[in-house]
């Protein structure tokens, strides 16, 4: 695991591999790395601390895929496991794998099958070329099949496992007074009703100055018609740093993981442009518009509540949802809260199959 969204889906699995006795080691790469973007999560999930730290660190594309590479496969030579499970779509997800898939070690892909059809995501061309170099693909959407199916890869290597994220969710629901850390953090804002969630971080929309003025403007637009809680993600800065001075909207911190549950699950709509963020509001029948041109996460359209919008038209988005009932949360096959038992027996029984076999 390397990135914030990684964690989540990580935990559940981890929790239910040591149930099952089974050993295993938690290599972090370090790709986010600061205590917000990372060690306040682990600790917010109860999770081990890493086995293993490469403390890679930001940089290009081609440098950190290329760091994590080079800092892992000794790592890998070293303890030599039967199995190597890399999880979503970030850069440390294909640097693990394809440095796995080189030494001969099985590979399974947690989130396999996720397709945006945007080759100009960098995530899109790592989820492809992971799910390629997978033995074992788990698939957390039902949409995912068709996309493995047109890959040629709906094959036994493919497993529906449903989606550990919203494990960890449910988690933080049943170990963490949500509602309490709500009422601290809008009272701190001095926020008394609806507001709304903003998660801006995608290059597309924060690097480009053009796009990054448009999320300014429609900020701005929002914040005129109720309170906007922005947590700014470090990526975000330099060029949204400045909606801290637009009347109506709050630029906060990034927050730890239980708050940022607790501000989602009371928010009376989500601007977004996360992958995670559609599918938490979705389970949580939360209003979400997501500013992208297309989502790798399409179930949350079909069966959730969730909507693809462009900036210019995100306005009118935000109004029709506001003048709409809200919403019951979706019923997604697998979403259920254990799917990390479901990922830790696929690993354990392929293990097992092979050592059989052997």
């Known amino acids: 695991m390397g990135a914030r969204p990684n964690l989540p889906k990580a935990a559940p699995v981890i929790r239910a591999l040591d149930t099952a006795g089974m050993a295993r080691t938690i290599v972090h790469t370090g790709q986010h790395y600061d205590d917000a973007m990372s060690a306040s999560l682990i600790r917010a999930l109860g999770m081990p601390e890493p086995d293993v730290n490469l403390g890679v660190g930001s940089g290009s594309h081609a440098q950190q895929t290329a760091a994590v590479l080079t800092a892992i496969e000794p790592v890998l030579i070293e303890r030599s496991p039967a199995l ?7 850069n440390s997800t294909l640097a693990a794998a394809l440095a796995a898939a080189k030494l001969g070690i099985p590979v399974a892909h947690v989130e396999a099958g996720l397709r945006s059809h945007d080759p100009a995501m960098p995530e899109e061309i790592n989820r492809r070329l992971v799910d390629h170099l997978s033995t074992l693909r788990l698939v957390t959407s039902p949409d995912a099949w ?25 988690h933080m629901q049943r170990d963490q007074d949500l509602d309490r850390r709500r009422a601290d953090l809008l009272a701190l804002l001095g926020i008394e009703a609806d507001y709304l969630l903003a998660t801006i971080h995608r290059p597309s929309n924060v690097d480009d100055l053009q796009q990054a003025g448009a999320v300014l403007r429609l900020l701005e637009t929002l914040g005129a018609r109720l309170p906007v809680v922005l947590p700014l993600h470090p990526r975000s800065q330099r060029t949204l740093g400045s909606a801290q001075t637009l009347p109506g909207v709050h630029v906060i911190e990034p927050l730890a993981y239980p708050d940022f549950l607790a501000m989602l699950a009371g928010a009376r709509v989500v601007l977004t442009d996360s992958g995670g963020v559609q599918e938490e509001t979705s389970f949580l029948g939360i209003p979400c518009v997501t500013v992208r041109s297309t989502t790798e996460r399409p179930v949350t359209i079909t069966l959730g509540t ?5 900036l210019d038209d995100a306005s009118a988005e935000i109004d029709a949802v506001l003048a709409a009932p809200r919403p019951d949360p979706a019923v997604i096959p697998l979403w259920d809260g254990r799917a990390g038992e479901r990922i830790a027996a696929a690993l354990t029984g392929w293990l097992d199959r092979r050592a059989a076999h052997d």
């Not at 190597?84 to 970030?90: E, I, S």
């Not at 449903?162 to 494990?167: A, F, L, S, V, Y």
């Open 84 to 90: 190597v499970v890399v999880y979503g779509d970030v």
């Open 306 to 310: 969730n909507r693809l919008s462009t």
């Open 146 to 170: 068709e996309n493995l199916r047109t890959e040629g890869l709906a094959d036994d290597g493919s497993i529906d496992v449903g989606n550990p994220m919203i494990d960890s969710l449910v």
